[in-house]
């Protein structure tokens, strides 16, 4: 079974701080790689996804992440950080090809403070 | 167009008693899910839908819990009876068909006393 690690739980930034939130999963096969944000009060939305192609993936409001096969990782990352990014961040792995399920990480809490 | 939907958006019972959870996913979407979080940990899968087919129900906890999706369009969770430790934000989630990308809906949170 594969499983997801998000190794901070809680971070802490002042605005303008560059944020990289790590993701590291535990499949060896093809997967597809998801960061999802809820912000508060919201839904669960979807940040960025990898699935194939350019391992360095850009999403929304400046987001990227970078899938690195031989570390099985996928960290996201943003230059600069602003009060409106206080959300919690899930990093997510699904089996490639399957319209299968998506194991979580446990995510990381965000607080920007101005 | 409309998001997923998910009724009610809280629910608090007593320990014993029933309670269904609604999802209607975006139109047109042929796969459904449903994931749980239980406080402070990962948001885990507990079954998946294709159109009215359940493709994957490996993440159900127990015969307590029951999902249909009668005609392919909206899905219901049932557990019976709640126990404490179903506690938790139930999300649902649905995507078109022949794609892995997920859109969620903004959860039920139960409460079982």
């Known amino acids: 079974a594969q499983s997801v690690s998000q190794h901070n739980h809680h971070v802490i930034l002042s605005e303008a701080a560059s944020l990289e939130l790590g993701c590291n999963y535990s499949?060896?096969?093809?997967?597809?790689l998801f960061w999802y944000v809820q912000y508060p009060g919201q839904h669960l939305q979807l940040l960025l996804k990898y699935f194939s192609g350019d391992p360095l993936v850009k999403g929304i409001k400046g987001f990227e992440a970078e899938f690195i096969k031989s570390k099985f990782s996928f960290n996201l990352r943003k230059p600069s950080v602003q009060w409106s990014d206080t959300a919690e961040y899930f990093c997510?792995?699904?089996?490639?090809?399957?319209?299968?399920?998506?194991?979580f990480g446990t995510g990381t809490k965000l607080q920007v403070i101005p | 167009e409309a998001g997923v939907t998910q009724f009610p958006s809280h629910s608090v019972i007593e320990k014993g008693q029933t309670v269904t959870l609604r999802c209607d996913p975006i139109s047109g979407h042929d796969n459904l899910y449903w994931y749980r979080r239980v406080m402070g940990k990962e948001i885990k899968f507990l079954l998946h839908?294709?159109?009215?087919?359940?493709?994957?129900e490996s993440g159900m906890p127990n015969n307590r819990f029951l999902a249909e999706r009668t005609g392919g369009t909206y899905s219901t969770l049932k557990v019976q009876p709640a126990e404490l430790e179903d506690s938790g934000v139930y999300f649902c989630?649905?995507?078109?068909?022949?794609?892995?990308?997920?859109?969620f809906g903004p959860g039920t949170r139960l409460t079982v006393l």
């Open positions: 499949y060896g096969g093809t997967v597809n």
């Open positions: 989630a649905s995507g078109p068909a022949s794609t892995d990308t997920q859109y």
């Open positions: 839908f294709v159109k009215e087919s359940k493709q994957d």
């Open positions: 997510a792995v699904g089996y490639s090809g399957g319209y299968q399920k998506v194991t």
